[in-house]
């Protein structure tokens, strides 16, 4: 992973030590002169920093977990995967001192990789915190079911399987929004929920759930905040090269995704697979080629060539498949970038990135 970065550091160091060298090559000063002083770590830090050269780029490291702060000083958190506790770490140093802390949480779904960074975060344990969680019910009953959160009980055959952790030492308050589609029968009515597709207001924000294709019940989320847009659209398949079941309910996922995208100034999506990939033509990483129809994912061709159709004007592709090597998340992310334009610009997501709208 750190081969091409470190080799473009030694070119940068020994570039820049051509300018201490004479006509013919050969040095002569010390490494006081190049360091500017003493042999020491804040000089190694200074002269590092002069050098030209990037900083490695990471793709992932932690499962999906997205921070937005609004303009008018709200914090919205999509999905709680294992990158949550290092943004709830930040949050808590962010509201320091400060007696009303809220923080709304919007869930895509329930699968682990989206709920694995819940038990252990740091917002969830210090009593001047509220915790609005929205989601769908699967999403909620993840979360419940093995810390009761919400109900104040746990499953007895839940009960230790994922985390030691319960309701009884999380002194945070939590609140659970159900986003319900009005017109799915159920058992037990809603009791505190919001129809699907119903707008929901967070100060200036306001939110717009949709559902998407995916194995388990998925939301997709708009979010307009003054005149820019945000679409976050993780897991999500639009199925290729097979007419099956569930064929038409992928393409009219896909016709959501693409209404809600026209235009927008940032989307975030799913690209999980290339399409020989997705279609077993290739395997990832020397591996055998695996058909990756209904793994409820996106191919990257197809990502790019929806957000140009629709005009996108940065879109950052996630979900990266963790049996991908680095140097090829790399290369698909340099050869995104080098097809880009200013008009819609294209990228792999990366680990940490903050962007100003």
Same mark, same amino acid.
């Given at each position: ?11 940068? @160091? ?7 060298? #004479?006509?013919?090559?050969?040095? =002569? %000063? ?9 042999? *020491? ?23 999906? %977990? ?10 919205? @958190? ?20 400060? /007696? ?12 682990? #990789? ?14 001047? $915190? ?20 919400? *109900? ?59 559902? @998407? ?11 307009? =905040?003054?005149?820019?847009?945000? +679409?976050? %659209?993780?897991? =999500? ?11 038409? /309910? ?40 695996? *058909? ?10 197809? @990502?790019?060539?929806?957000?140009? $159709?629709?005009? +996108? ?9 963790? $049996?991908?090597?680095?140097?090829? =998340? ?28």
């Amino acid at each position: 992973m750190l081969r091409r970065h470190d080799l473009g550091i030694l070119a940068s @160091v020994f570039e820049n030590l051509q300018s201490f060298s #004479d006509e013919k090559g050969n040095l =002569h %000063c010390s490494i006081r002169d190049i360091l500017g002083g003493e042999l *020491s770590v804040p000089r190694l830090e200074d002269y590092r920093e002069q050098l030209s050269v990037a900083e490695v780029p990471v793709y992932g490291g932690w499962t999906t %977990c997205i921070w937005l702060e609004t303009g008018d000083g709200h914090d919205l @958190v999509f999905d709680v995967g294992s990158g949550f506790r290092g943004c709830a770490r930040r949050l808590q140093h962010k509201w320091a001192d400060r /007696e009303e802390r809220h923080l709304y949480i919007f869930g895509s779904h329930s699968h682990l #990789d989206h709920t694995n960074g819940f038990d252990q975060a740091a917002v969830c344990f210090d009593p001047r $915190n509220h915790l609005h969680i929205h989601g769908n019910r699967q999403f909620l009953w993840a979360l419940d079911s093995s810390l009761g959160i919400f *109900s104040g009980s746990i499953l007895e055959s839940m009960r230790g399987i994922h985390t030691p952790i319960s309701y009884q030492i999380m002194p945070s308050k939590f609140e659970g929004i159900e986003i319900y589609d009005p017109d799915e029968e159920r058992s037990e009515p809603v009791k505190n929920g919001r129809p699907l597709g119903t707008p929901i207001q967070i100060g200036k924000t306001r939110l717009i759930p949709f559902p @998407v294709y995916h194995p388990a019940p998925c939301l997709a989320y708009r979010v307009e =905040h003054g005149d820019k847009v945000f +679409v976050l %659209c993780t897991d =999500h398949e639009l199925r290729i090269g097979d007419p099956g079941p569930g064929q038409t /309910e992928s393409e009219a996922a896909e016709a959501r995704v693409i209404a809600h995208s026209q235009g927008v100034d940032l989307l975030y999506r799913d690209g999980q697979f290339l399409r020989d990939e997705y279609l077993a033509k290739t395997g990832i990483d020397g591996a055998a080629p695996v *058909s990756r129809r209904d793994w409820g994912h996106s191919c990257i061709e197809d @990502v790019v060539e929806m957000a140009r $159709n629709c005009g +996108v004007k940065q879109t950052l592709i996630g979900h990266h498949d963790p $049996n991908r090597r680095w140097q090829e =998340h790399r290369e698909i992310d340099e050869k995104l970038q080098a097809e880009s334009t200013p008009e819609c610009a294209i990228a792999l997501a990366r680990s940490e990135v903050v962007i100003d709208l």
